[in-house]
């Protein structure tokens, strides 16, 4: 959800679309840009935290006294409106930069859980992949989504055995969603990583939904936390402009 790009002594931030991001200094000869698409949205229903949006880290040759091309800023997923529904993949974010498109993948969305381990057929779900992949839900056996290489990584997985009524954290750029811990808290949401260009971390993973207990934290750079407790409670967006994963949405205890 955030562009980008430094160049001597200069930083220049987008985080809306715009046809043209900046022209480059005359001395201007490389670009380091970082690149990072919406997070996904987290499951609801103990579902899984929403994966980071892909986070993309790129030093491009350029001239000097140049307009570089246009940048496109993708938006957050949906969280998942309860019950029983996955949360909504992120959009990617783009730059042109001459011929060639560098594009960061949207976050994958959070797997819906169930409280009642009686949902429709095909509603349970796993995470979903993406930039970083989204939390599998707490219902056995669902894995967290696949990360897309070089941008971020893998959601964590649901239970392995029955009774546990937790789920998965989403993937961040720098670590994998937490695994569904025993107990009744959900996974926690996946570091983000430091962009050099600007020093900040960026594309936390969300925290996976939980019964009951303390919610599972997002990840460093935005994630939203996991909620707990509340059957009707809704997933927790994560921070704007970051890139960060929603939190999974909680439910009552067994």
């Known amino acids: 959800r955030n562009i980008t790009s430094s160049g001597k002594d200069v930083v220049t931030t987008k985080t809306s679309s715009t046809p043209s991001v900046v022209t480059t200094q005359p001395g201007t000869r490389l670009v380091q840009a970082t690149i990072v698409a919406g997070g996904g949205g987290g499951g609801s229903d103990r579902g899984g935290g929403g994966g980071a949006g892909g986070m993309l880290c790129k030093e491009i040759p350029v001239c000097g006294n140049t307009a570089l091309g246009a940048v496109t800023i993708g938006g957050g997923g949906a969280f998942g409106k309860y019950n029983v529904d996955q949360g909504d993949e992120g959009s990617n974010s783009s730059l042109v930069i001459g011929s060639t498109t560098y594009t960061a993948t949207g976050g994958g969305g959070g797997g819906s859980g169930s409280t009642t381990g ?11 992949p993406g930039g970083s992949g989204g939390g599998g839900s707490n219902q056995v056996p669902r894995s967290g989504g696949n990360g897309t290489a070089c941008q971020g990584n893998d959601g964590g997985d649901g239970p392995s055995v029955g009774g546990n009524q937790s789920a998965g954290g989403g993937g961040g750029a720098g670590a994998a969603g937490g695994n569904t811990p025993s107990g009744y ?21 969300g925290g996976g939904g939980g019964a009951v207990g303390d919610a599972a934290p997002g990840g460093s750079g935005g994630g939203g936390a ?25 439910g009552a205890g067994a």
Not at 118 to 128: C, E, M
């Open 118 to 128: 009686n949902a429709p057929p095909g509603s349970i779900t796993d995470g979903q």
């Open 185 to 205: 808290v959900g996974g926690t949401g996946g570091a983000g990583k430091v962009s050099l260009a600007t020093g900040c971390t960026y594309a936390g993973g």
């Open 226 to 250: 996991g909620s707990t407790g509340d059957a009707g409670a809704k997933a927790t967006a994560g921070t704007a402009n970051t890139g960060g994963g929603g939190g999974g949405g909680g």
